[in-house]
């Protein structure tokens, strides 16, 4: 669990902001959930035998009632709870978003945290493949905002339910009969769990797994109709992707389409994004059967791939610098400039008051290191005679003394370019 310091954290703001206006732009509503919930919601929706429910959830007894509850590990489980508890999809369809910590007990590592931040976005109510190239297509726009590149678009189909039971019992009998090529994690899941074998990183399986049954040869008409439909769109927004038959997804509640967004520029946790449809998991948490689809980006993965691809910005110069740097010393100044500086606040500007003395000396040295393009320099001089003495600080032009109450106007005319040559 990672402490964000500032030069980080203005980052994450500025990708918190290009993300609020992207998800406005497609018509998604925000949504906040408590961070907290009742353990057996995340048993229930993401299921008994994944990784996550299995041994990576932050589980507790409530002391005062004996409840037990879990930090959440995602935010899906959390928003169609709230969804049906307040009776959302009376109002018809719904697009909505999320953001903010999830926790698992993981290993740590590169990308891999134990409290790390997503921004989640579900769709509640659509059944066509429209809403799921959409969702893809919105991925796709955002990379491009924040000028990431490189990131693929790998997608699959998981089918419906009857058709991965069918699948299913035919992957086991074929796992079965390569019980000796299985490792134990893979023995385990055999009966519980045999699709996630699909998924397995240990290399010494992957011959077993491609020869493995594919769920694609099990597909319907309507599965491979929406399949199909998904891709002609994604093909209309020209969004290359790759269809990766092994993309499983670890939860429980998928079906029909699945994808996921990877970059290879991160090392060994490259997925930054993924989602998918999940139209079985309202009804099963005791809504009325509702059409779903949705996603979740990992906020580290893609601050560390805009560092990556952009640099860091450090220090001062990282944080947007202060309109103007309040300067000043003496008795009769400080309550003078104490002023000044929030005069100047009301009319709009960013204001840095200098606190804590000094001589002018330093206290330049301060307004000119917090990037600021105007000091505002009050003395005992310019309080008596209510002015201020204005110095430019990015250019090399006079500085000049005027009446407090004329600042707000003379530094709107600098800043706005008006008289950029400091002949005011
Ligand atoms: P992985 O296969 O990497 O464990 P996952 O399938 O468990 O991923 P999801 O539950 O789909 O991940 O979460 C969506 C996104 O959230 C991931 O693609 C990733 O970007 C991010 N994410 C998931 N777990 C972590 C973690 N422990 N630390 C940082 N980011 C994470
Ligand atoms: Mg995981």
């Keep these: 669990m990672n402490d964000i310091l500032p030069d980080e954290a203005e980052l994450w703001e500025r990708f918190d902001d290009a993300v609020r206006d992207w998800l406005r732009a497609y018509g998604y509503r925000p949504i906040r959930m408590p961070i907290v919930e009742p353990t057996p919601l995340f048993a229930r929706a993401i299921g008994e035998v994944t990784d996550i429910v299995e041994k990576e959830m932050y589980s507790f007894v409530d002391a005062l009632n004996g409840e037990a ?12 709870r709230a969804v049906l508890q307040h009776s959302l999809l009376h109002g018809g369809p719904q697009r909505l978003w999320y953001a903010g910590p999830m ?6 590592q590169k990308g891999r945290y ?11 109510g659509y059944a066509g493949p429209d809403i ?11 990379w491009d905002e924040l000028a990431l590149s490189g990131i693929q678009l790998e997608i699959n189909t998981l089918g419906s339910a009857e058709e991965r039971l ?7 009998a074929y796992l079965e009969n390569n019980r000796g090529a299985l490792d134990a994690d893979a023995q385990r899941r055999l009966q519980s769990n045999p699709l996630r074998i699909l998924d397995s990183k240990n290399p010494r399986m992957q011959e077993v797994i491609e020869g493995a049954p594919k769920l694609m040869d099990f597909l319907g008409e ?6 199909g439909g998904v891709q002609a769109l994604l093909k209309e927004a020209c969004i290359p992707y790759r269809i990766n038959p092994r993309l499983v997804r670890g939860l429980d509640y998928y079906n029909l389409t699945v994808f996921e967004w990877v970059t290879d520029k991160l090392g060994a946790q490259g997925t930054v994004c993924a989602g998918g449809r999940y139209d079985g998991l309202i009804e099963q948490l005791g809504g009325k059967a509702t059409q779903a689809c949705g996603f979740a980006m990992g906020v580290e993965r893609l601050v560390a791939l805009m560092k990556e691809e952009h640099g860091a910005v450090t ?8 309109d103007i740097y309040v300067v000043h010393q003496g008795e009769l100044a400080l309550p003078s400039a104490f002023r000044t500086a929030e005069a100047l606040r009301g009319a709009g500007y960013d204001v840095l008051f200098h606190c804590g003395g000094g001589s002018f000396k330093s206290q330049m040295k301060r307004a000119d290191m917090s990037g600021a393009q105007i000091a505002v320099i009050i003395g005992d001089d310019e309080a008596t005679e209510g002015s ?13 003394r005027i009446p407090q109450d004329q600042l707000a106007d003379v530094i709107g005319n600098y800043l706005i370019g008006d008289d950029n040559d400091g002949d005011l």
């Design 222 to 227: 309507a599965s491979q109709e929406h399949f």
């Design 166 to 172: 069918r699948h299913r019992a035919e992957l086991i």
């Design 103 to 108: 926790f698992r007990h993981e290993r740590p």
């Design 69 to 80: 509850l879990t930090l959440r590990p995602e935010g899906t489980a959390s928003c169609v």
């Design 315 to 322: 220090g001062q110069a990282a944080q947007s610098a202060p």
């Design 132 to 142: 799921d190239a959409e969702q893809i297509a919105m991925c796709a726009r955002l």
């Design 114 to 124: 134990r409290q790390f931040h997503q921004f989640g976005v579900e769709a509640f």
């Design 388 to 400: 201020a003495t204005l110095k430019y600080m990015r250019e090399d032009a006079p500085q000049k």
